[in-house]
């Protein structure tokens, strides 16, 4: 098992920045990708990042060039910083492990790839004021 505590979100105008940070705990070895995730009320969750830890970092399109996803401490802490934030941005931020072998081979903003996560934190929520 593995244990994920979001923190870091809050409210911002646009254009600001934030950086969440995620704290893992437990069997951390045994996961083969570290992800984000976002929603909305009403909407489906939608993958933000995934880092494979030295091998691929991929992102949605819609965060591409704003965002950075980040890890320290062999997958016991990660990152997501967001600059340029829009008001779209707003949501609950997840973050999310996999020990899914299928992770690997799946991009970040394909429908449905929030199946492929089976650990998850509890959210925290961004608020982008225009």
């Known amino acids: 098992q593995v244990q994920l505590v979001e923190s870091g979100g809050g409210s911002v105008q646009a254009g600001g920045s934030l950086r969440l940070s995620c704290a893992a705990s437990?069997?951390?070895?045994?996961?083969?990708?570290l992800a984000w995730f976002r929603q909305v009320p009403g909407k489906e969750r939608e993958g933000v990042a995934r880092?494979?830890?030295?091998?691929?970092?991929n992102y949605a399109d819609f965060v591409k060039g704003r965002f950075t996803i980040s890890e320290t401490n062999a997958k016991s802490r990660l990152y997501l910083q967001m600059n340029s934030l829009e008001p779209e941005d707003t949501a609950t931020y997840y973050c999310?492990?996999?020990?899914?072998?299928?992770?690997?081979?799946?991009?970040?903003?394909?429908?449905?790839?929030?199946?492929?996560?089976?650990?998850w934190g509890q959210g925290t929520q961004v608020i982008v004021s225009s």
């Open positions: 437990g069997d951390t070895s045994s996961t083969y990708c």
């Open positions: 999310a492990a996999s020990n899914k072998w299928r992770c690997l081979g799946i991009p970040i903003q394909l429908p449905g790839v929030r199946n492929e996560y089976n650990f």
């Open positions: 880092i494979i830890i030295d091998v691929n970092i």
